[in-house]
């Protein structure tokens, strides 16, 4: 019966550890941790207003379109048949990409959206008489 004791312990020591590790706090992922991956592209609608005229536009992508965000701030972009490189990284909650000569805008993308399978990304600029708003969705 004694010998039962520190066995009886020991099971109810180790049941309690195990059930505290497991009901811990699950870290909150961050917007960055989020965006890694990648993200195959949707649609692309644009807004353009030149000396009062406004002009919209909307790409439809195909299989195979993407932008890959890597964790160590690289990107990869697919688009028909062109492949480029850059850079990104999340700056003032605005998802700013560099480098690529075909998305980089100045101040970057508001993320409008973002799960575990949509990002979708908003850009607008005024200048003058002429302006753009450009909606980017993507899909896992």
Not at 91 to 107: A, M, Q
Not at 108 to 125: A, C, D, M, P, R
Request: glycine share 8%.
């Amino acid at each position: 019966m004694i010998k039962k004791v520190p066995s009886i312990l020991m099971m109810i020591t180790l049941g309690a550890a195990i059930f505290i590790t497991s009901c811990s706090k699950k870290t909150e992922l961050t917007t960055q941790q989020k965006v890694v991956g990648k993200w195959n592209l949707d649609a692309a609608i644009g807004a353009y207003t030149v000396m009062g005229e406004v002009s919209r536009d909307t790409t439809l992508f195909s299989h195979g379109e993407y932008i890959q965000f890597n964790a160590d701030g690289t990107l990869e972009t697919q688009e028909d048949d062109d492949s480029t490189a850059g850079k990104w990284t999340i700056t003032n909650e605005k998802l700013v990409v560099t480098e690529t000569g075909s998305i980089d805008y100045p101040g970057g993308f508001t993320i409008t959206e973002l799960s575990g399978n949509k990002l979708e990304l908003y850009y607008t600029q005024t200048q003058g008489e002429t302006s753009l708003e450009q909606k980017i969705k993507l899909k896992k």
